[in-house]
Nanobody, 115 residues
Framework: QVQLVESGGGLVQPGGSLRLSCAAS????????MGWYRQAPGKQRELVAV???????YYTESVKGRFTISRDNAKNTVYLQMNSLKPEDTAVYYC?????????WGQGTQVTVSS
C-alpha cells in the first residue's frame, strides 16, 4: 500500500508562484509514473503534468512554459513548480502515482489564484 501526502497549496496573486510537493510512503517496491491532476469547481479532473520513470515528461498545453514537474526518486517525492499563475489555474491539485500497475491518489491541495 502506498500513501501520498501533498503540501504547498495556498492563495497567491496572479503572476505569483507556488511549489507543490507530494511524498509517497508505505510499501514501495517501485514507482513508475508520478503526476499531478487538477479539478476546478464544476469541471472534470484534468491531467496537468506527468513524469515517468523512463521517457518524456508531459504537460497539458495550458501550463507549458509556466509549470515544471520534477521528482526525487531517493525521497519518493514529486514536485510541481508553478510560475506565472493565472486565475484559471485555481483548482484542487491531486498527486497521482503509479506503482506496479496500481494507481494511488493524494488527498488534494487547494490552489487559489486571486487578487
Amino acid at each position: 500500500q502506498v500513501q501520498l501526502v501533498e503540501s504547498g497549496g495556498g492563495l497567491v496573486q496572479p503572476g505569483g508562484s507556488l511549489r507543490l510537493s507530494c511524498a509517497a510512503s508505505g510499501t514501495i517496491r517501485r514507482i513508475d509514473a508520478m503526476g499531478w491532476y487538477r479539478q476546478a469547481p464544476g469541471k472534470q479532473r484534468e491531467l496537468v503534468a506527468v513524469i515517468p520513470s523512463v521517457g518524456s515528461i508531459y504537460y497539458t498545453e495550458s501550463v507549458k512554459g509556466r509549470f515544471t514537474i520534477s521528482r526525487d526518486n531517493a525521497k519518493n517525492t514529486v514536485y510541481l513548480q508553478m510560475n506565472s499563475l493565472k486565475p484559471e489555474d485555481t483548482a484542487v491539485y491531486y498527486c497521482n502515482v503509479s506503482s506496479l500497475a496500481r494507481t494511488y491518489w493524494g488527498q488534494g491541495t487547494q490552489v487559489t489564484v486571486s487578487s
